[in-house]
């Protein structure tokens, strides 16, 4: 095995090394020796960076998890009807995950095994719940459907955007990011726009 140079890695090129070990054997099945062999570099280089594979983990958690908030801070999701604010936030929440989908695919796979997974799980909880109460604000003002009960609605949209993970494949031939945001949205929206 070759030894890359210290100086040759950064935080964040590490953070990318363990993001795709993590989705490729599940985090609990990763060990730092499977790190510092895909990173090509020694475990005690590793350390030099990071206290261990759980703060690794927090990293990647944290970045997918500030990128979904983040939508929620954004001027389109937080003024004008509420079924436009939604609108604006399913779209941005697929080209997030795409744009960040290696740690996205991350999130989605935290089990609560670790106080970092149980951390995340209550975050996103946290953020879909707020997703929910816009859709929920939505059927309030009438222009969502009223015969779908919001929660089981919510748990739709959430399950067509986070099914992303499974398929999308940047590096394949097929729809653009754009165009799948652009089907999603459409999909949602007609689905739950009231007739």
């Keep these: 095995m070759t030894t890359a140079k210290r100086d040759t890695y950064t935080p964040e090129t590490l953070l990318t090394v363990a993001v795709r070990v993590f989705n490729e054997r599940g985090y609990d099945g990763t060990s730092m020796e499977h790190l510092s062999k895909a990173a090509g570099i020694s475990k005690s280089s590793i350390y030099h960076h990071v206290s261990g594979k759980e703060e690794l983990l927090q990293?990647?958690?944290?970045r997918a998890l500030d990128e979904l908030f983040a939508i929620l801070d954004e001027e389109h999701a937080r003024a004008g009807r509420s079924v436009d604010r939604l609108e604006h936030v399913v779209r941005r929440m697929v080209e997030v995950l795409i744009a960040e989908l290696p740690y996205v695919t991350l999130l989605l796979r935290v089990r609560g095994n670790t106080a970092t997974e149980r951390w995340a799980l209550?975050?996103?909880?946290?953020?879909?719940?707020?997703v929910a109460e816009l859709l929920k604000a939505a059927a309030a003002d009438g222009d969502v459907r009223g015969d779908?009960?919001?929660r089981l609605a919510t748990r739709l949209v959430f399950g067509m955007i986070n099914s992303i993970v499974e398929w999308y494949r940047p590096e394949a031939r097929?729809?653009?990011g754009r165009e799948v945001a652009d089907a999603v949205t459409r999909l949602v929206l007609a689905g739950l726009r009231q007739a």
């Design 122 to 130: 209550e975050r996103r909880r946290d953020f879909d719940h707020r």
């Design 174 to 176: 097929g729809a653009s």
């Design 59 to 62: 990293r990647a958690v944290s």
């Design 148 to 150: 779908i009960e919001v």
